[in-house]
C-alpha cells in the first residue's frame, strides 16, 4: 500500500505543485488585504480554489506522463522519470487515474464557481457560464498538452503561451475575480503577468534541457524552434520583463512607501539576475533540472511573501 502511494506521490511531480498553490494564494492574500476583510466563507472559496487548482495540475502531469509514453519512442530524457514508461505504473491505471481527476477537477472547480456566485449573491448571468466554460477549457488543456495527436498544443510551440494564460491571468487574475467579484486593477494585472513568465521560464528550462530528445519525437518547443543558444537568450527576455511588471506592479501599489516591498522585490531581482548568468554559461543539461527546482522554490516565496507584505500594511 505504502508503496502504491509513493508512485502515485511521484506521479504527481509534487514541487510542480506549489506553482498551482502560489498563485490562487497570493491573489487571495492581495484580495484580503485591500479589504481587509475575512470570514468563513471567503477562506471556503479560496480553500476550493487551491483544491481545484492543484488537481488541475495533478491532471496535467498525470496526463504529461501518460502522453509522452504512448508517443516517445527514446527513453533518454533527463528529468524526471516516465512512470509509466517505466512500466512503474501501468497505462491502464493512469488512464482510469486521468479520469478520477478529470472528475474531481470539474465538481469542486463547480462547486467553487457556485459557491462564489452564491456569496455574492450575484444571480447565474455570463460571467457565470463563462468561468463554466473556462473549467471545461482548462480540464480539456491539462488533459491535451501533450496526450498525443493533433490536440496536442505543447508539441506544437504553444506550450508557453498557455502557461502565461493558466499560470498567470486565470491563476491570479481570475481567482481575484472569484475572491472579490471585482475586475481586477491594472496592479493585479500586471502581478498576474510577472508571475506568469516566471511560469514560462520553468518550462523553458524544461525544454532546454529536453531539446534533443524532444527533436527526436517530433515535438516543437519554443527551446528547439530557435535552437538553444537562442533559447537561453529568451530565457533571460521572459526573466527580465517579469521583473518589469514586477517592479510597475510595487509601484503602483505602493501608496505608503513600504520599503519592504522594495528590499524583497531587489533581493529576488538579484537573485534571478545571477539565475540567468547560470543560464547563459550551463552546460550540463542535467544541472538544468536543479535550476528549474530552485527557480520554482522562488517563484513560491516570492509571489506569496510579496502578497502578505501588503496584508500587513
Known amino acids: ?29 492581495l484580495s484580503i488585504s485591500k479589504f481587509k476583510k475575512i470570514n468563513i466563507d471567503k477562506i471556503n472559496i479560496y480553500i476550493l ?49 486521468i479520469y478520477i481527476i478529470s472528475v474531481l477537477s470539474f465538481f469542486f472547480g463547480y462547486y467553487l464557481i457556485y459557491k462564489s456566485f452564491n456569496f455574492f449573491f450575484i444571480k447565474r448571468n455570463n460571467i457565470f457560464y463563462i468561468y463554466l ?3 471545461f477549457l482548462s480540464i480539456y488543456c491539462s488533459i491535451t498538452y501533450s496526450i498525443g495527436g493533433p490536440l496536442s498544443y505543447g508539441d506544437k510551440a504553444l506550450g508557453d503561451l498557455f502557461v502565461l494564460i493558466f499560470f498567470g491571468i ?12 471585482q475586475v481586477p486593477s491594472t ?32 515535438k516543437i518547443t519554443i527551446a528547439n524552434f530557435i535552437g538553444e543558444k537562442n533559447a537561453k537568450v ?21 501608496n505608503n512607501n513600504n520599503i519592504f516591498q522594495w528590499i524583497l522585490f531587489l533581493v529576488i531581482s538579484v537573485y534571478l539576475i545571477f539565475h540567468i548568468r547560470t543560464i547563459l554559461t ?8 536543479k535550476e528549474l527546482i530552485k527557480l520554482i522554490y522562488i517563484i513560491f516565496i516570492y509571489s506569496i511573501s510579496l502578497s502578505f507584505s501588503y496584508y500587513l500594511l
Request: proline share 0%; net charge positive.
Open 170 to 181: 486565470i491563476s491570479i487574475s481570475g481567482s481575484y475575480f472569484l475572491y472579490t467579484f
Open 49 to 97: 480554489c487551491v483544491v481545484t487548482s492543484v488537481l488541475l495540475q495533478i491532471l496535467s502531469n498525470f496526463s504529461n506522463d501518460y502522453g509522452h509514453t504512448v508517443k516517445d519512442k527514446f527513453n533518454k530524457r533527463i528529468g524526471s522519470i516516465r512512470l509509466v514508461k517505466k512500466s512503474i505504473i501501468s497505462k491502464k491505471e493512469m488512464k482510469i487515474m
Open 187 to 218: 496592479d493585479i494585472f500586471l502581478f498576474s503577468l510577472s508571475i506568469g513568465l516566471l511560469n514560462v521560464a520553468v518550462l523553458n528550462l524544461n525544454n532546454i534541457r529536453d531539446i534533443e530528445s524532444d527533436c527526436k519525437c517530433n
Open 133 to 135: 466554460f473556462g473549467l
Open 234 to 254: 529568451y530565457h533571460a527576455l521572459i526573466i527580465l520583463f517579469s521583473i518589469f511588471f514586477s517592479g510597475i506592479f510595487i509601484l503602483i501599489r505602493d
Open 282 to 289: 550551463l552546460k550540463k543539461k542535467k544541472l538544468y533540472t
Open 1 to 29: 500500500m505504502i508503496k502504491k502511494l509513493k508512485k502515485w506521490i511521484i506521479a504527481t511531480r509534487y514541487h510542480t505543485l506549489l506553482l498551482s498553490f502560489s498563485g490562487v494564494t497570493s491573489s487571495f492574500i
